[in-house]
Structures are given as structure tokens and as C-alpha cells.
């Protein structure tokens, strides 16, 4: 175990009769990071996070999380989790479910606290079970840390919360982040995870596809997008200097992927080509992603 990994995954398989979810996966999850999974729907996302919580074992490889192996009851005391579908008690209001899971740990947070993190204040005395989608998302939220532990594993927080719910779990995360928690969330909401992610892992069939910053992720998706009209064809398109991929519809709108933005726009000025709404925007995560998981083998592992 290294010092500043909390988690470390090392050739894992995970096969589910004939469903091989997780294949050869190796991962480490460095202490006191935000580090933020994604992949596409089946990617083994939900399968690595329950065997970090020692749902399952692993069919093949090795799971550690802060140094032992989740199974154990008092590893399993330090990690919070947070799940894409938890069952609530729903005949308790939400300080009582607050103040029955703090009394499964030994040093938990206290319930105004927890409460306060997950924004729940306001609906304390309210049932479980009459909360709103993106209350009960808070709820389990405030379960997951009133524990206090030094791992949260979130998966896909911020499923059904409104825009005032979201921007309260950042700030909370951002806060357990700066106390020194190690978190790793899930979420298929891409543009906060690059606003808030330290890291980003991108997983496709049951393996790590690409590893980094979300500006390293960024640039390996090819730095630019430039969108404008003219009367351009396609093959002219094409012959634009550093073009990496183009289209164009039938009025003439083109749309170009390119990594020398500026030479391109040079040319297009240079050979005196009349054009109209231009556009120049940096490649976002998404472009990242997309172009990332559209190889669809484990076997393009670029990190
Ligand atoms: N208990 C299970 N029994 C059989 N197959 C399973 C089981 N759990 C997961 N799988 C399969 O393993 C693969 C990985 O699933 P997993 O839920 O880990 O993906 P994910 O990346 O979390 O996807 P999503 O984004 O849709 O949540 C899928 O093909 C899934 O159908």
C-alpha cells in the first residue's frame, strides 16, 4: 500500500455468470483527491464501487481501501457511501435517520452538522418517506457522511436534484475535500465534474480507458472546436491546415475539430473566403469523453 493511495484496485475481475463486468482493472485512488469516474452506461463504474465497499469480492485481483480490505467491519467503518438508489426509512424524519446511522460509528458527526452539509435543514422533521427525488438524493447524502468517514464513494450524486440542490452538494464536497476526505463519485453530469474533479477516470468495458486532469483529458480530445458558415465543400473543408475532423450541412455550415486553431483560421483569412458566424470554442470534457469511449476496446488505453 502506498502512503497516498486510499484505494487501490489491482487486476480486478468481476464476472457475473457469463457478464464479465470488471476485466483486469487497475486502479489507484490517491488520498485527500476529488477523483471523478465516468464511462458509458455498463462501463463497471457501479461494479468497482461495490467491491470498494466490500459488497462483493472481486472474482480475480485485489481490492484495498485505506489499507485493508473492505470486507472487514472495521475498514467498512471508514468508507461512506452514497448509492444511485438507497432505501430510506421512510416512517423516520430525517433527523431521526440522521441520529439512527450516526450510532454506527464510532466518532460520527453531529446530526446539525450532517444535516447542514447535505442542506436538509429546512425539511429535518419531515418523513423520509414524503421527501421529494432530489430530498431523498440529500438525504442519503447526509447518511453517507454523518459517519464521518474518511472515504465517501458517491455514485451518481446529483441524479434528480434541482440547480440550488446541486450547487449545495458541490460546496459540501468541495468542503469534506479541504477537510482531507478522499472522494470518488461517479456522474454523467460532465461539466460539474470538471469544474470540481482534482482527477478524472474514464472507464469502458470493465477497464481504465484514460487517466488525468480534466485539462490533460481535455487536450488528448484535440484542442479546439471552429464553427462557421461559407460556401465551402467538404473536400475544401478538408484541406484547411490542422483539420482533424469536419462536417458541413447543406447550408454550409461547417464544424471543425482541430488542434492549431489558429493556423486554421489564418488559412481560411489568407485565401480570402468569405465567411460568417464564426465560432471558436475549447474542446469540452464531453468532446473528450465521446471521442475516448467511441473506441470501443479496452485495448486503446491511452494512460
Ligand atoms: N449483479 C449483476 N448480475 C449480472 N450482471 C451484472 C450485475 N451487476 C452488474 N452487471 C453487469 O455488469 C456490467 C457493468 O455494470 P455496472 O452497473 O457496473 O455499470 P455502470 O458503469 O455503473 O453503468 P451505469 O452508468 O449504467 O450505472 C453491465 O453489463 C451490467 O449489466
Redesign the pocket.
Known amino acids: 500500500m502506498g502512503m497516498t493511495n486510499a484505494i487501490e484496485l489491482t487486476g480486478v475481475d468481476k464476472t457475473?455468470?457469463k457478464?464479465t463486468?470488471l476485466r483486469g482493472l487497475t486502479l489507484d485512488i490517491r488520498a485527500g483527491e476529488l477523483t471523478a469516474l465516468l464511462?458509458?452506461?455498463?462501463?463497471?463504474?457501479?461494479?468497482?464501487i461495490s467491491l470498494m465497499l466490500g459488497l462483493g469480492a472481486p472474482t480475480a485481483g485485489q481490492v484495498r481501501v485505506l489499507g485493508g480490505n473492505p470486507r472487514q467491519d472495521d475498514v467498512r467503518r471508514r468508507i461512506g457511501s452514497m448509492p444511485?438508489e438507497s432505501a430510506l426509512p421512510p416512517a423516520l424524519t430525517v433527523r431521526e435517520a440522521v441520529e439512527l446511522f450516526a450510532r454506527f460509528y464510532p466518532a460520527p458527526l453531529g446530526t446539525a452538522q450532517a444535516l447542514a452539509l447535505a442542506d436538509l435543514g429546512s425539511v429535518a422533521g419531515r418523513r423520509a418517506g414524503a421527501l421529494s427525488g432530489g430530498q431523498k438524493r440529500r438525504l442519503a447524502f447526509a447518511l453517507a457522511v454523518v459517519g464521518n468517514p474518511q472515504v465517501l464513494l458517491i455514485d451518481?450524486p446529483t441524479t434528480g436534484m434541482d440547480a440550488q440542490s446541486r450547487q449545495a452538494f458541490w460546496a459540501a464536497v468541495t468542503d469534506l475535500k479541504d477537510a482531507g476526505r478522499t472522494i470518488l463519485l461517479?456522474t454523467?453530469y460532465l461539466e460539474e465534474a470538471e469544474r470540481a474533479a482534482d482527477r478524472v477516470v474514464v472507464?469502458n468495458a470493465?477497464a481504465v480507458l484514460a487517466d488525468g486532469t480534466p485539462e490533460q483529458l481535455r487536450s488528448q480530445a484535440g484542442g479546439a472546436r471552429v464553427r462557421f458558415t461559407s460556401d465551402l465543400v467538404l473536400a475544401e473543408l478538408r484541406r484547411l491546415p490542422g483539420v482533424d475532423t469536419a462536417d458541413v450541412d447543406a447550408h454550409g455550415h461547417a464544424d471543425l475539430r482541430t488542434r492549431m486553431p489558429e493556423a486554421l483560421l489564418t488559412a481560411l483569412v489568407q485565401q480570402g473566403t468569405p465567411f460568417t458566424e464564426l465560432e471558436v470554442s475549447r474542446a469540452s470534457l464531453e468532446d473528450a469523453f465521446l471521442s475516448l469511449t467511441a473506441a470501443q476496446a479496452p485495448k486503446d488505453v491511452i494512460a
Open positions: 457475473f455468470g457478464v463486468a464511462g458509458p452506461n455498463g462501463a463497471g463504474k457501479t461494479t468497482a444511485q451518481e461517479t454523467h472507464m470493465g
